[in-house]
């Protein structure tokens, strides 16, 4: 039986925002997420299910050069972008992921191909690249992401010889800066449940350097059973607690909901390896919650049916 009350969360990565980034771009991230909101609103309401809803919000967010994938991704050591990008189905567990590709405005639309497909869960480089040319993906000239600011913080990060995170006044020792990821989990009417994950990683990350968005378990998970849950922070963190996987547990093996299980998430991810970064979960009833071991987590919600909230 439909239950009509369906909930949608999205996120545009966690870090620590200090006051002068909040006067600047606040206004920005929040009428972004709170697009991306209402356009997720429209297609839940018309009977979507969860899993084209998370699609779609995640390519909005790619579009958007506020966040780091997609078009808005930063540059690595050799100054290209390599993108990573994963979606889960929440009804049978069927999911889609590639890592380091390039050339693509939409990774999380040959995800999702791959998904569908029904072959291998991922592919990766030259592999994915190939089969987003046979699937007619189209593909996109190197102008298109290689933004002025994605440059500078190249060249900052190289002065540096560090990695950094995907905003210019990024600084890792402090955390100040967001850690540039962008997400959906979603909860249909039908009662079934998505996430999808997208993002290209760290500034001056090293060639071939993979992050935990696309690994099923770790930046990305869902199961109508559990909860749908999607990762933004610092990859190599997630990945050692495998974080999504390790929540959507909790709801499985000791019957919490979203908001207890995101907190006993986010406390295992500080405990084991002093994590850093946060989720958005929604458990198998719709409940929403968010969890963040930074400052700040760019992130909105509508739970079930209600007015949409955005919060920074
Ligand atoms: N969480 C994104 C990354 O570490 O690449």
Redesign the pocket.
């Given at each position: 039986m439909d239950d009509r009350r369906f909930s949608l969360m999205v996120h545009g990565g966690a870090g620590t925002l200090d006051d002068a980034r909040q006067r600047a771009m606040g206004d920005a991230w929040r009428a972004a997420i709170g697009t991306v909101l209402a356009h997720g609103r429209r297609l839940l309401e018309r009977g979507d299910c969860a899993v084209e809803v998370v699609e779609a919000c995640v390519m909005l967010l790619e579009d958007d050069p506020l966040f780091n994938a997609g078009r808005g991704s930063v540059l690595n050591e050799a100054g290209a972008v390599e993108m990573?990008a994963a979606i889960m189905d929440g009804r049978d567990l069927a999911a889609g992921a590639v890592a380091g590709v390039h050339h693509l405005p939409n990774p999380v639309a040959l995800a999702s191909r791959l998904l569908r497909d029904n072959g291998p869960v991922m592919l990766v480089g030259e592999g994915a690249m190939r089969f987003a040319a046979q699937c007619g993906i189209t593909q996109v000239s190197d102008d298109y992401f290689l933004l002025a600011e994605r440059l500078a913080q190249l060249e900052q990060a190289r002065a540096g010889q560090t990695t950094m995170l995907d905003h210019v006044e990024a600084a890792p020792a402090d955390e100040t800066g967001k850690?540039?990821?962008v997400g959906a989990v979603a909860r249909d009417i039908h009662g079934h449940l998505a996430a999808a994950?997208s993002?290209?990683?760290?500034v001056n990350?090293r060639l071939g350097?993979?992050?935990?968005?696309p690994l099923i378990g770790a930046?990305v998970y869902a199961d109508d059973e559990t909860c749908a849950v999607s990762?933004?922070?610092?990859?190599?963190d997630?990945m050692r607690c495998v974080i999504a996987k390790t929540i959507a547990d909790h709801v499985d093996m000791q019957g919490l909901d979203a908001r207890q299980a995101t907190r006993a998430g986010m406390d295992y991810l500080l405990r084991r390896v002093r994590g850093r970064?946060g989720v958005i979960v929604i458990d198998h009833h719709g409940n929403c919650a968010s969890g963040f071991t930074t400052r700040n987590m760019i992130h909105g919600w509508i739970e079930h049916g209600a007015e949409a909230v955005v919060r920074l």
């Amino acid at each position: 039986m439909d239950d009509r009350r369906f909930s949608l969360m999205v996120h545009g990565g966690a870090g620590t925002l200090d006051d002068a980034r909040q006067r600047a771009m606040g206004d920005a991230w929040r009428a972004a997420i709170g697009t991306v909101l209402a356009h997720g609103r429209r297609l839940l309401e018309r009977g979507d299910c969860a899993v084209e809803v998370v699609e779609a919000c995640v390519m909005l967010l790619e579009d958007d050069p506020l966040f780091n994938a997609g078009r808005g991704s930063v540059l690595n050591e050799a100054g290209a972008v390599e993108m990573d990008a994963a979606i889960m189905d929440g009804r049978d567990l069927a999911a889609g992921a590639v890592a380091g590709v390039h050339h693509l405005p939409n990774p999380v639309a040959l995800a999702s191909r791959l998904l569908r497909d029904n072959g291998p869960v991922m592919l990766v480089g030259e592999g994915a690249m190939r089969f987003a040319a046979q699937c007619g993906i189209t593909q996109v000239s190197d102008d298109y992401f290689l933004l002025a600011e994605r440059l500078a913080q190249l060249e900052q990060a190289r002065a540096g010889q560090t990695t950094m995170l995907d905003h210019v006044e990024a600084a890792p020792a402090d955390e100040t800066g967001k850690y540039g990821t962008v997400g959906a989990v979603a909860r249909d009417i039908h009662g079934h449940l998505a996430a999808a994950t997208s993002t290209g990683g760290l500034v001056n990350k090293r060639l071939g350097r993979v992050g935990d968005s696309p690994l099923i378990g770790a930046g990305v998970y869902a199961d109508d059973e559990t909860c749908a849950v999607s990762a933004t922070g610092h990859g190599e963190d997630f990945m050692r607690c495998v974080i999504a996987k390790t929540i959507a547990d909790h709801v499985d093996m000791q019957g919490l909901d979203a908001r207890q299980a995101t907190r006993a998430g986010m406390d295992y991810l500080l405990r084991r390896v002093r994590g850093r970064g946060g989720v958005i979960v929604i458990d198998h009833h719709g409940n929403c919650a968010s969890g963040f071991t930074t400052r700040n987590m760019i992130h909105g919600w509508i739970e079930h049916g209600a007015e949409a909230v955005v919060r920074l």
